[in-house]
């Protein structure tokens, strides 16, 4: 069975930093685009970044550009969302998914074919 987990998810205060994971299970993470996406209480899900198999491209929202990082490690199947000097407009669930593509990145929701289920992310003094 193809599955996405994330953990990494917790409070944080303003300034902090978190890393959130994303673990494959029944497939390679090698070969497929990655994305990482959020959405908050009241508002639609929105993309926070994104990699393209073999990490070629990346893209990240101007929202978090500068302060979020996608990375991956074959090894361990699993990729990362390395978010600093966190916000509290950051709160909200966040969502990692995969689609075995070439090599570019895929921006829209619609263009992923594997989702995890989500961890809150919490930035509050």
């Known amino acids: 069975q193809l599955q996405l987990v994330e953990s990494g998810g917790a409070m944080v205060q303003p300034g902090g930093s978190l890393r959130l994971s994303c673990a494959a299970s029944?497939?390679?993470?090698?070969?497929?685009?990655i994305g990482w996406f959020r959405q908050a209480p009241g508002k639609d899900r929105e993309g926070v970044g994104c990699?393209?198999?073999?990490?070629?491209?990346?893209y990240y929202a101007d929202s978090v550009n500068g302060r979020f990082t996608i990375s991956r490690d074959n090894a361990k199947n699993t990729v990362y969302l390395q978010m600093n000097s966190l916000k509290p407009e950051d709160t909200a669930v966040y969502y990692c998914?995969?689609?075995?593509?070439?090599?570019?990145?895929?921006?829209?929701?619609?263009?992923?074919?594997?989702w995890g289920q989500g961890t809150q992310v919490t930035v509050s003094s």
């Open positions: 990699i393209s198999s073999g990490d070629v491209y990346s």
């Open positions: 029944g497939f390679s993470l090698d070969t497929y685009a």
């Open positions: 998914a995969a689609v075995l593509l070439p090599t570019r990145v895929v921006t829209t929701e619609k263009g992923y074919s594997y």
